[in-house]
């Protein structure tokens, strides 16, 4: 009969203290993985008495169900029911020591923007239908275009309030605090003051010259040249951070009877103020260093701009940097009459265009189609931002590939010099802006449709041909998994599987892990190794694999599911030591190296390297047979199966 994964799940939820009792919730290959706020409320006994229940164990802070095979169905049973309430995002310091910077940064970026990529993605289709009535000759005085485009540009304009929400829960900060941060940023006088004259001028004659408009206790008080913080993002996430660590400082000496109200007050009064005369500031002669930086490329090199500017175009999107270089692009469209940098900037959506062409094709992820599709008309027309946040960023492997073909395409643009001549108009509708006055359809128009077209199409084959990672939401949960069906059983044939482990064969029921010591993970032995080297014992598929890399399921051709499970209780690791060569659903071959592990970081971190590797569907054939060698090579034979 059926397991009723819901119901099992309701009842664990319950005897664990209710849903308002649970912190956060993970699994492994075996267990679902608690933090709870009170582990008096769990009803012990009743769980070790539930026939679903394999036994309970506590660890590190968890309170853990072993479940066994079932765990990853009752997982995202309990998921389905109470989505939203469940925190199933890693532990913060976790994650801070098993993933590296630069993904840690780009996990950050794409989790702050998960909740509003709907409306992202909207307001971009809205502004991309602007562009389009624009090009036919509407204007604001029309009453549809005003009104459109209030729609389209406003959310984008007040991005910041959108981000400082997201970023509050993100760094467990008042909601409504970091909104204050952010809109002191956005306050309608600070266009004002950059339109009037300033006191003096800063760091005159460098790069960074900037204009002084007031001091704040004689500190320069600065604001960016275009007058405002419209549409920034890294100013507001540091300010917020920043407002985080602020909060969290105060909140420690100030009573807890005046907490309420004197802690938001000293918070803003310390936090506000810095953001406002440090970050916002740096963040701008960061922007203004990048403009200067490519302006002086262009002029050592046009093809070697074409290829840097175009390729991290995007890139200086996610940092909010680009601003610094559309307004270099519009002065030199002003002063001469055409602009190289504009014409650059225009090329690099398309490769993105071409792959949201080619995802709701190549992947049967419903979510991630919705995702492409929504935001593949606003590509076409130069909006990417739902495209970077939703996708691009999540699936990191494609934002490179992009990157790629931008620098490719990039190179095409600046050995041509393809120039426009005009301002206006994004993606698609910027094609007439390439026609020179009083030239008409030249080599520069063509060019220009080349490189558009050859971006496109390339975007789409690299889609086509390198299929569709799996879309990584906000923080992933604790292990990677496939849903993919078992390979179809095939009756009466044999198979043999080599070992993964080179070592000394230890009997399973020897080893000091009762989950694996009483068959009830499945049949099989273990290993324990003589070098740190996990190789491939079947051809076949990579089902699942832990992000620690300390455990991982291969199933062969024929279905088999083999189970290796690198060293007793090497989770707590948490990924130390342990290199992964290999994702879900990457097909594998016999003797394929899949992870190597160190032994000298298990040994001095206590840990026995002992492997267990076992069949998980044993319970399918009719027989398997184990080596009866004491000492075992990767390539000698492990295991034989009859079916």
């Known amino acids: 009969?059926?397991?009723?994964?819901?119901?099992?799940?309701?009842?664990?939820?319950?005897?664990?203290?209710?849903?308002d009792n649970i912190t956060s919730m993970n699994h492994c290959v075996s267990r679902l993985r608690f933090r709870l706020k009170d582990e008096s409320l769990v009803d012990a006994n009743y769980l070790k008495s539930n026939e679903n229940?394999?036994?309970?164990?506590?660890?590190?802070?968890?309170?853990?169900?072993?479940?066994?095979?079932?765990?990853?169905n009752l997982y995202d049973a309990i998921n389905?029911?109470?989505?939203?309430?469940?925190?199933?995002?890693?532990?913060?310091?976790?994650?801070?020591?098993?993933?590296?910077?630069?993904?840690?940064?780009?996990?950050?970026?794409s989790s702050l923007f998960q909740p509003f990529l709907g409306a992202l993605a909207a307001t971009g289709i809205i502004k991309g239908l602007v562009a389009v009535m624009g090009s036919m000759g509407m204007t604001s005085d029309n009453g549809v275009y005003m009104i459109l485009e209030f729609v389209g540009d406003g959310f984008f304009q007040f991005l910041p309030f959108a981000l400082a929400v997201t970023a509050s829960h993100h760094f467990k900060i008042n909601t409504f605090l970091g909104i204050a941060v952010a809109a002191a940023f956005l306050h309608p006088n600070i266009s004002e003051l950059v339109g009037s004259e300033p006191l003096y001028l800063l760091f005159e004659g460098t790069a960074f010259q900037s204009e002084v408009y007031g001091t704040f206790l004689g500190l320069p008080i600065i604001f960016p040249p275009n007058g405002n913080y419209y549409t920034s993002v890294i100013p507001i996430i540091l300010a917020v951070w920043f407002a985080s660590r602020v909060n969290k400082a105060v909140d420690r000496w100030v009573p807890t009877t005046i907490s309420g109200t004197l802690t938001p007050v000293l918070t803003l009064l310390i936090a506000a103020p810095i953001s406002l005369l440090f970050i916002g500031p740096v963040s701008t002669w960061l922007s203004d260093l990048v403009a200067l930086l490519f302006a002086e490329l262009y002029q050592l090199n046009p093809v070697i701009f074409g290829i840097v500017l175009t390729s991290l175009w995007q890139?200086?999107?996610?940092?909010?940097?680009?601003?610094?270089?559309?307004?270099?692009?519009?002065?030199?469209?002003?002063l001469t009459g055409s602009s190289v940098i504009l014409a650059q900037v225009m090329l690099s959506t398309f490769p993105i265009f071409g792959m949201l062409m080619a995802i709701p094709i190549r992947t049967k992820q419903k979510k991630l189609q919705g995702r492409a599709l929504s935001a593949s008309l606003p590509a076409l027309f130069g909006i990417t931002e739902p495209a970077i946040?939703?996708?691009?960023?999540?699936?990191?492997?494609?934002?490179v590939v992009a990157i790629v073909i931008n620098a490719v395409v990039g190179a095409y643009f600046g050995y041509f010099r393809v120039t426009r001549f005009s301002v206006g108009g994004l993606g698609l509708l910027s094609l007439p802006s390439f026609i020179q006055p009083g030239v008409g359809l030249n080599m520069n128009f063509w060019h220009a449709v080349i490189g558009f077209a050859i971006s496109s199409v390339l975007g789409f084959l690299s889609v086509m041909?390198?299929?569709?990672?799996?879309?990584e939401t906000e923080e992933k949960a604790e292990v990677e998994t496939s849903n993919k069906a078992e390979?179809?059983?095939?009756?009466?044939?044999?198979?043999?599987?080599?070992?993964?482990?080179?070592?000394?064969?230890?009997?399973?029921?020897?080893?000091?892990?009762?989950?694996?010591?009483?068959?009830?993970?499945?049949?099989?032995?273990?290993?324990?190794?003589?070098?740190?080297?996990?190789?491939?014992?079947?051809?076949?598929?990579?089902?699942?694999?832990?992000?620690?890399?300390?455990?991982?399921?291969?199933t062969s051709d024929t279905g088999t599911t083999i189970l290796i499970h690198i060293g007793i209780n090497t989770i707590q690791l948490e990924g130390r030591g342990f290199t992964k060569y290999v994702s879900v659903g990457d097909v594998v071959e016999v003797g394929q190296l899949l992870v190597e592990f160190d032994l000298d970081v298990l040994a001095a971190e206590g840990f026995s390297p002992l492997t267990p590797i076992v069949v998980t569907n044993a319970h399918e054939l009719t027989d398997l047979h184990i080596t009866e060698e004491k000492e075992i090579e990767e390539s000698d034979t492990l295991f034989k199966t009859y079916k």
Do not use: C
Not at 315 to 334: D, N
Not at 389 to 397: A, D, E, F, Q, V
Not at 465 to 470: F, H, L, S, T
């Open 465 to 471: 041909i390198m299929g569709v990672p799996e879309l």
């Open 1 to 19: 009969m059926k397991k009723n994964y819901k119901a099992i799940g309701d009842d664990i939820v319950e005897h664990v203290g209710g849903i």
């Open 80 to 109: 389905d029911t109470y989505e939203n309430k469940i925190d199933t995002t890693e532990d913060e310091q976790e994650s801070q020591i098993t993933k590296p910077a630069l993904d840690r940064f780009m996990n950050l970026i």
């Open 487 to 554: 390979p179809e059983q095939q009756t009466n044939q044999n198979e043999i599987i080599n070992s993964p482990v080179s070592g000394t064969v230890v009997e399973l029921s020897n080893i000091p892990d009762d989950l694996y010591s009483s068959g009830i993970m499945g049949e099989g032995t273990a290993i324990l190794p003589k070098n740190g080297r996990v190789v491939s014992p079947v051809n076949g598929v990579v089902t699942t694999i832990f992000r620690t890399g300390h455990a991982l399921n291969v």
């Open 315 to 334: 890139v200086l999107v996610i940092f909010g940097l680009h601003w610094s270089i559309i307004p270099l692009g519009i002065l030199q469209t002003t």
């Open 389 to 399: 946040y939703g996708i691009m960023i999540p699936l990191r492997k494609l934002f």
């Open 53 to 72: 229940v394999i036994s309970l164990i506590r660890s590190g802070g968890q309170f853990q169900i072993v479940i066994g095979n079932d765990v990853s």
